[in-house]
């Protein structure tokens, strides 16, 4: 795959221990699908692990031609990690062309109901802002976990999105804490959660998208199966800790 080194543009942190970094592609020709990903390579880390200085990350934003958006988890220790966390602008990074299978479908007349854990939103934020910018006729559900507030990323964001637009519905839930100011769902997302959002129909013709970390993911679909969704109408995507 080509690589091309660009500059970090800026860094921001969207939650509790999760950082984002935006990356300048204004000057070179690079082309995405919402949800897609790529590698992300650090060529001077300022810490070196036996793990290395590569990494794979899902790419946030909707496709455009100015900036790429990756976020993360930075509370584990790991070198690459720590590096990250203090890049700054001006600094180079590699990264490949994008790729990646966790692409929204074509057929608009199905709707998208995803279940996202923790930093699994990551290609749900770009599938909605690409949704929102196309004025794509697509109906999409966003079950979207996290064991407190504080974790949650880009949840004010998402908010905003779900009131501005008929056709989105974002149902955010906590797993770990109840704060009495909480508006939305407490608990893991389960059957009954998905059914007192989601209508029979839609259920019925609904292809499901799970992002998250591995027993996540596993659990959820294993339940929409336990629901009577067939394997096929089922995408997923892993994201372990590094």
Known sequence: MAEFTVPVQRTEMVAKDTLAVYLDVSNISYSWKPGQNTTFELPEPAHTDADGNVRRFTLANAPNAQE??????????????????????????????????????????????CLAGGIGITPFRSMLEWKIEQDSDHEMWLFYSNTTRALASFLDELQDWDHQHVDIQVVPTLTREEPEDWPYETGRIDAEMLRDYVDTETFEEAIFYVAGPPNMVEAMVQMLVDMGVDEGRIKYEQFSGY
């Open 68 to 113: 790429i958006m990756i976020a993360t988890r930075i509370r584990d220790e790991s070198a690459f990690k720590e590096s990250l966390s203090e890049v700054s602008a001006g600094d180079s990074v590699v990264i490949e062309e994008a790729s990646g299978l966790f692409t929204p479908h074509q057929d608009t007349s199905k709707p998208l109901v």
